[in-house]
Nanobody
Framework: QVQLVESGGGLVQPGGSLRLSCTAS????????VAWYRQPPGEERELVAE???????NYLHSVQGRFTISTDNAKYMLYLQMNSLKPEDTAVYYC???????????????WGQGTQVTVSS
């Protein structure tokens, strides 16, 4: 079984920075696709950033130039560097990954439990 566990959320002032981390543990052979989503209070979950199967990165328009998604494939870690944070970035952030389980081509797709990010003065 695979688990995704996020960390790094918290309270930050507008203009500040945070780095979210997501660790994949268990029967992990590698990342296939990874993404960060967020769910603001009272709103639906939305895609913030992703790295696709072919290595392309895509970002929500409102975070373009401020957020950066990256991975450390040797450590099975996923990151979201968030700079110039705004109050509207306040949300629960979730990592999402398609994980390879081995050379047989089997995969696992799942979510982390979420981490709260609050941007407020």
């Amino acid at each position: 079984q695979v688990q995704l566990v996020e960390s790094g959320g918290g309270l930050v002032q507008p203009g500040g920075s945070l780095r979210l981390s997501c660790t994949a543990s268990g029967r992990v052979f590698g990342f296939v696709e990874v993404a960060w989503y967020r769910q603001p209070p009272g709103e639906e979950r939305e895609l913030v950033a992703e790295i696709t199967t072919d290595g392309r990165t895509n970002y929500l328009h409102s975070v373009q130039g401020r957020f950066t998604i990256s991975t450390d494939n040797a450590k099975y870690m996923l990151y979201l560097q968030m700079n110039s944070l705004k109050p509207e970035d306040t949300a629960v952030y979730y990592c999402n990954a398609v994980v390879s389980l081995g050379a047989d081509g089997s995969t696992w797709h799942g979510w982390g439990q979420g981490t709260q990010v609050t941007v407020s003065s």
